[in-house]
């Protein structure tokens, strides 16, 4: 575990650069498509809420600032596969820069026992997975699919950076299904980072933002204000921003997963790594970094 201080002078330069930040009209994405625009980048807003999408970009474009926001709903393949389409078209067909923002809350219907329209147990209300899990799963395989498609032509290495949480290395007893849904955005970067490490055509690197309680719609004053009285700090929105920026412009930062507590940064995942031993036992570590290398997904192919 190592806390890192991020200056500005460590943010790569996003100037005439092509973002894309899906949960772009509020909150966390809100703080990095401004941080990202003010820097010079070219920015793609997408959200479902088109309202506030439309107001950010306008008030964007006045203050001089390149910006355009589509409507998208992260769960939904066909509206997001056109989102990507129209976000390419905006900006002249390159996107260089990807964020897998978009996300709600736990719907806290998991563990209540409630009846459906015949009076039946409902099902468990999925929502929370579809926009974080599904909604991660999609943005990543079209911003692999367009970084590839649009070879860079200058030295940039192209940067996808997803939003998991807090949750994602805890125990939620009260966010089942949110936790569930940001353990796995975790579990895809792991995979995602030695995808495109091996990349043949492009120079391609993922990476995590796990932020903390963070003052925004989906975390508001009274959360924020119940955190505080148990003394637990509360993020600004523009420092969780300042994370995700770091990692996406920054190669060498491949596989890594920022926390973000009390606007203080904190990079996991290689102390996790490190020291696997430890807490998963030598025998265990061994056999599954063993597994990890055996190709099970060719094996599969030959079968069929
Ligand atoms: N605020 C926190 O304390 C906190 C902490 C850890 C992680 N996060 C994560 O940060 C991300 C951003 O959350 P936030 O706090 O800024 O909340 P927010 O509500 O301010 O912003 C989330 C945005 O996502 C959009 N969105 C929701 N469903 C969508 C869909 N299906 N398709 C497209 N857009 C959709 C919303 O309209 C909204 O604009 C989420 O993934 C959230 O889980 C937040």
């Given at each position: 575990m190592s806390e890192i201080t991020i200056t500005d002078s460590m943010l790569g330069d996003v100037g005439g650069k092509v973002a894309i930040?899906?949960?772009?009209?509020?909150?966390?994405?809100?703080?990095?498509?401004?941080?990202?625009?003010?820097?010079?980048?070219?920015?793609?807003?997408?959200?479902?809420?088109?309202?506030?999408?439309?107001?950010?970009?306008?008030?964007?474009?006045?203050?001089?600032?390149?910006?355009?926001?589509?409507?998208?709903?992260?769960?939904?393949?066909?509206?997001?596969?056109?989102?990507?389409?129209?976000?390419?078209?905006?900006?002249?067909?390159?996107?260089?820069?990807?964020?897998?923002?978009?996300?709600?809350?736990?719907?806290?219907?998991?563990?209540?026992?409630?009846?459906?329209?015949?009076?039946?147990?409902?099902?468990?209300?999925?929502?929370?997975?579809?926009?974080?899990?599904?909604?991660?799963?999609?943005?990543?395989?079209?911003?692999?699919?367009?970084?590839?498609?649009?070879?860079?032509?200058?030295?940039?290495?192209?940067?996808?950076?997803?939003?998991?949480?807090?949750?994602?290395?805890?125990?939620?007893?009260?966010?089942?299904?949110?936790?569930?849904?940001?353990h796995g955005v975790i579990g895809l970067m792991r995979a995602l980072r030695h995808v495109v490490a091996a990349d043949p055509v492009e120079k391609i690197h993922v990476g995590a933002i796990a932020p903390g309680g963070t003052e925004t719609a989906l975390f508001p004053s009274r959360a924020a204000d119940a955190f505080r009285a148990q003394g637990i700090p509360v993020n600004t929105a523009s420092s969780v921003a300042t994370a995700a920026i770091y990692l996406a412009t920054n190669a060498t930062t491949n596989g890594h997963a920022l926390t973000i507590l009390g606007d203080r940064f904190t990079e996991v995942e290689e102390a996790i790594t490190r020291t696997q031993e430890q807490w998963y036992g030598q025998y265990n570590t061994d056999m599954a970094r063993r597994a990890a290398s055996v190709r099970l997904d060719m094996l599969s192919v030959i079968r069929e």
């Open positions: 930040v899906t949960g772009g009209a509020s909150g966390i994405g809100e703080a990095i498509v401004t941080a990202l625009a003010d820097r010079g980048a070219r920015v793609v807003i997408g959200d479902v809420n088109t309202a506030a999408g439309q107001a950010l970009e306008a008030s964007l474009v006045a203050s001089k600032r390149e910006a355009r926001f589509f409507e998208v709903d992260v769960t939904d393949w066909p509206s997001i596969r056109a989102f990507f389409s129209s976000a390419a078209d905006a900006f002249g067909g390159r996107i260089d820069l990807v964020f897998a923002n978009a996300g709600i809350g736990e719907r806290n219907t998991v563990w209540t026992d409630l009846l459906d329209e015949g009076g039946e147990l409902a099902a468990p209300d999925f929502s929370v997975i579809d926009v974080s899990l599904r909604g991660a799963v999609y943005t990543s395989k079209l911003a692999l699919h367009y970084f590839r498609k649009a070879p860079s032509t200058d030295a940039f290495d192209r940067g996808l950076v997803i939003t998991g949480s807090t949750s994602s290395y805890n125990e939620r007893p009260n966010l089942p299904l949110y936790s569930a849904a940001k």
